[in-house]
């Protein structure tokens, strides 16, 4: 069965909650700690304290996946994660592409874990001529005007946004024209793409919100 | 009636869903973006069709926080943003430090929005002594060893880690023996600490999952 094959035998998006794929995140981290400390399996209660989450909810995020469980015995740690990594379509490279060499955009070029998870950042792109034809952490950075080109040629599908707040939307325009078919924004402002190109925020303040909150309320009890 | 007066009338976090204050704070990116626009009513549709949820959604967050809408008229936008900003306590500074002056962590020491927001990071801490004394972005790098002291000092309340993986639970350490609420950890791995410290994570790996998985999907249709 290749690849593909398995693939489609799998559940199709629309049937899994979006907090069971960001819960999956968390428990694929926790599982690669797990290995690293030499850990070979685990049982769904010591595993869901480990991700914060509780124990039947663990069972049933992963359910959606298939049957992982091994009955009086628990789950083989390498086992799921290789199932999950699957699953998620996260087990081949994933090639990015960057928009905004600025400080922020700089940090996640050179942030290791980007390539440790397959997803290589291999286009810079910025719209400044100071900045243009500088090499950051070993990539060249290119003209936006030259994404379509780049896109095309490095089989790039997926872009970063890293712009300031007022250049993000223009970001988005090019990626999409260029043919990628997600953005992950980290810009603090809502972008406009067509319905087909996926788009996740990385919104720190929404965290940042909810400590101040948490924090207020416990400060008034 | 003080600000204290006002936030206990106002209901207690536990009832408030996790995933609601995580939409206010799109809701307020998004009635920000309109002031900026000159908008001074919207009513619900609108305002749920550039916040991606829909308006039913909208109504049911506000009124965990109180009536804003006026029937016919829709919602008055700046004096929404005051009422949300008041009531998840965002309408006041909060003292932040960064632990880890890395990439990273000199991105969100240059990063606006934060002092816009009113999360001033006014400590940087870092244990690497080519780093002490160094000044970045007009905020001088303290040994993280002298953490007790500057929070005591400065008031701060919340601490941001920006340290690599492997550094992240000392930081947090640091953090909860100096006293802090709350923390937000980019780096990507869990921490631990005593039940009653918030912690949010920044993960950025979850958001391209499921770009990943979005994207895999649709390419089997």
Redesign the interface.
């Known amino acids: 069965m290749t690849g593909?094959e398995l693939?489609?035998s799998l559940p199709?998006?629309k049937h899994i909650p979006?907090a069971t794929?960001?819960r999956?995140?968390?428990y694929?981290?926790?599982l690669e700690?797990l290995v690293s400390e030499g850990v070979e399996v685990i049982s769904s209660d010591p595993l869901a304290k480990?991700?914060?989450v509780n124990a039947s909810q663990v069972r049933k995020d992963l359910a959606y996946f298939g049957e992982f469980g091994v009955r009086g015995v628990g789950y083989y740690v390498k086992s799921l994660i290789a199932s999950l990594t699957h699953?998620?379509?996260?087990d081949r490279e994933?090639r990015t592409a960057l928009v905004g060499v600025?400080?922020?955009g700089?940090?996640m070029l050179?942030?290791p874990?980007f390539r440790m998870?397959g997803?290589n950042i291999v286009g810079a792109f910025d719209c400044d001529p100071f900045k243009i034809g500088e090499t950051v952490h070993g990539l060249e950075v290119v003209c936006t005007r030259r994404m379509k080109e780049k896109v095309d040629e490095l089989g790039i599908?997926?872009g970063i946004i890293t712009t300031p707040?007022e250049r993000a939307q223009r970001a988005a325009q090019y990626l999409v024209d260029a043919g990628v078919?997600?953005?992950?924004n980290f810009a603090?402002?809502?972008i406009k793409v067509p319905e087909?190109i996926?788009v996740?925020?990385?919104?720190?303040?929404?965290?940042?919100?909810?400590?101040?909150?948490?924090?207020?309320?416990?400060d008034?009890k």
């Open positions: 593909t693939m489609k199709k998006s979006r794929i960001q999956l995140a968390i694929i981290q926790v700690t480990a991700c914060d699953a998620l379509g996260i994933w600025g400080n922020l700089k940090a050179n942030h874990e998870r997803f599908e997926i707040t078919k997600g953005i992950l603090p402002t809502r087909h996926y996740e925020y990385v919104d720190f303040f929404h965290h940042l919100y909810a400590l101040a909150f948490n924090i207020t309320q416990d008034l």
